[in-house]
């Protein structure tokens, strides 16, 4: 069943029943792409976690109506709420990363630049780049049936990184004596968010791996096998995902 994400203000009250009124280019999906017809069913979230199970009643220029048909909580969140931090990566990398980490149940996203980072982004190319990347992640959200639209934030610098940490966080470092994700989950006690710090092609330094750990974080390994930086992500959401969700 299609899914679409909705505003608060999107809903309203008409002769006692609940509308939604869809805008935009999901308006356009729906009576175009979809061709869909009044009496058919979709799924809305109001990225407040709320899901609704709406039947379509009206098609008009710009919008389309529906009313809710019943509500319910989405189920489709982690017990957490978890966050990755990502070192810009080269070409398309970014994208990939966004998409995959979003269906693998990252909640907000967070670029930033380190010392080994190729990608250099001055502001203007910065903004293009964060439309581009929200544009996947609502995509990515939509696909895999997720409560909310996972948020890409500007890019951070490694200083202001460091003064953003909170909750438990863990990076993922190549050095030596790292604990597995496993053991840093078990051995936490988490309370609040959960972050997952991860570096660039070239990883990270040893002078920004030991700021990272004075600022709280966590090194973690993930495993004997060399990741690229656009599969280190998916795997260590993965692992996440399988010790506090599954």
Partial sequence: M??????????????????ITIVGDDAHHISRSLRMASGEVIEVVDMQKNLYTCELFGFFDGYVTSKIISQDKADTEPPHFIRLYQALAKGD????????????????????????????????????????????????????GRGIVPQVKSVLSFKELLGKLDGTVLFCYEGEDVKTIRQALKNAKIQGDVSIIIGSEGGFSKKEAELLTEAGAISVGLGKRILRCETAPIFALSCISYELEL
């Fill in 2 to 19: 299609p899914r679409f994400f909705i505003r608060q203000d999107q809903i309203s009250e008409e002769n006692g029943e609940r509308i």
């Fill in 93 to 144: 990398k970014m994208e990939t990363i966004i998409q995959k980490s979003i269906e693998c149940g990252a909640c907000e996203i967070v670029p930033f630049s380190s010392e080994r980072c190729v990608v250099k982004l001055d502001k203007k190319d910065e903004q293009k780049k964060i439309d581009r990347w929200q544009k996947i992640a609502e995509g990515a959200a939509k696909q895999s």
